[in-house]
C-alpha cells in the first residue's frame, strides 16, 4: 500500500471516532458535562452513571456504528480486494484512536471498548461476536464493567489467530486491544485494590 492508501482510511476513521457521541447527547439531554461526572470518560458506561439509561443506549449504539462506519467507509475508499481488507482495518483502527484522543476534546476521550467492537462486527463479525460473547460472560460472572472490557480485549487477537486471520488483521485487533488495555490503566489499579466499582453501582 501507499502512503496515501494507509494515512486516507487512518485519518477518515480518526475523524468519526472522534466525535463525542456521549458528550453531545448528556448535553443535549440536560445532563451536564459528562467529562466532569464519574469516570470522565465519554463512553456509554459513564453516561450510565448519569442516571438516563437511555442516553447509555444511545451513546453505546452510536459509538458502536461510528466504528462499523469507519471499517465500511475505508474498504470503500480503498480499491481493490486485498487493500480494502486492509484499509478497512487501519480505518477500525483509526475510529478507536479518534474515541480515545479526540482533537476537540484536548485528546482526552473514551477507552474505545463499544467503538472496538463497531470495529470488530463490521470488519470480522464472527471475530466481534466471539468478543462480545466474553464480555457478557464476564460481566454475568463478575459484574464489572472493566474487567468484562479487559476480558474481550485480551481475548480478542487470540481468537483472530485461532480462527485463521491473516497476519495484518491479527496486528490490527492486537494493536486495538493494547490500546484498550492502556486506557484502563486506573481500573486495572483499582482491580487490583479490590476497590473497582460494580456495574450499576458507584463511580
Known amino acids: 500500500m501507499t502512503a496515501g492508501s494507509v494515512i486516507a482510511p487512518l485519518l477518515t476513521g480518526y475523524a468519526l471516532?472522534?466525535?463525542p457521541f456521549g458528550l453531545l447527547l448528556t448535553r443535549l439531554g440536560g445532563a451536564g458535562d459528562l467529562r466532569h461526572i464519574g469516570s470522565g470518560s465519554i463512553g456509554a458506561t459513564n453516561v450510565l452513571r448519569t442516571?438516563?439509561?437511555g442516553l447509555a443506549a444511545a451513546t453505546l449504539v452510536l459509538d458502536l456504528a461510528k466504528g462499523a462506519a469507519a471499517v465500511l467507509l475505508a474498504r470503500?475508499?480503498?480499491?481493490?480486494p486485498q487493500a480494502a481488507a486492509t484499509g478497512a482495518l487501519l480505518g477500525g483502527l483509526g475510529a478507536v484512536l479518534g474515541h480515545m484522543f479526540p482533537v476537540w476534546l484536548k485528546f482526552r476521550g473514551g477507552k474505545g471498548v463499544a467503538t472496538g467492537f463497531g470495529v470488530l462486527l463490521a470488519a470480522m463479525p464472527l471475530v466481534g461476536a466471539i468478543a462480545a460473547l466474553v464480555w457478557l460472560g464476564v460481566a454475568a460472572a463478575v459484574r464489572i464493567s472493566s474487567a468484562s472490557a479487559l476480558a474481550a480485549?485480551?481475548?480478542t487477537?487470540?481468537?483472530?489467530?485461532l480462527l485463521g486471520r491473516p497476519p495484518q488483521a491479527v496486528a490490527a485487533v492486537l494493536a486495538i486491544a493494547v490500546l484498550v488495555v492502556i486506557r484502563h490503566h486506573a481500573n486495572i489499579a483499582r482491580l487490583l485494590a479490590g476497590t473497582e466499582p460494580r456495574i450499576g453501582r458507584g463511580a
Request: glycine share 16%; net charge positive.
Open 153 to 155: 480485549a485480551a481475548a
Open 51 to 53: 442516571g438516563r439509561k
Open 76 to 80: 470503500q475508499l480503498t480499491g481493490e
Open 17 to 19: 471516532g472522534s466525535v
Open 157 to 161: 487477537p487470540i481468537v483472530a489467530w
